[in-house]
């Protein structure tokens, strides 16, 4: 069983930047792959990045060259930097885990769930 508790989320003007962090309980962590989600209101739940267990990531279009996701094994803890925000990226951030240690973009093929935090990217 792991348990995920994000925090970092808040309110924040076009342009600026926030950290998101994701805490993990279990001591397997390091062989989990993470991933970010968001979810908009009225819209379906997506992807934003993903972090294998080797470190190895992938982004979603949307957000690349602007969003960075890394992972602490150390720490269990996975991190999501955003910088460059955009109105568009208001949501509520998830974070989830995965047994398999590859990347995963679906949200079903993750079995843990954090709770969400809310960013809003005012304009």
């Known amino acids: 069983q792991v348990q995920l508790v994000e925090s970092g989320g808040g309110l924040v003007q076009a342009g600026g930047s926030l950290r998101l962090s994701c805490a993990a309980s279990g001591r397997t962590f390091s062989s989990y792959a993470m991933g970010w989600f968001r979810q908009a209101p009225g819209k379906e739940r997506e992807v934003v990045a993903t972090i294998n267990w080797s470190g190895g990531t992938v982004y979603a279009d949307s957000v690349k060259g602007r969003f960075t996701v890394s992972r602490d094994n150390a720490k269990n803890t996975v991190y999501l930097q955003m910088n460059s925000l955009k109105p568009e990226d208001t949501a509520v951030y998830y974070c989830?885990?995965?047994?398999?240690?590859?990347?995963?973009?679906?949200?079903?093929?993750?079995?843990?769930w954090g709770q969400g935090t809310h960013v809003t990217v005012s304009s």
């Open positions: 989830a885990a995965r047994d398999s240690g590859s990347y995963g973009t679906v949200p079903l093929s993750y079995a843990y």
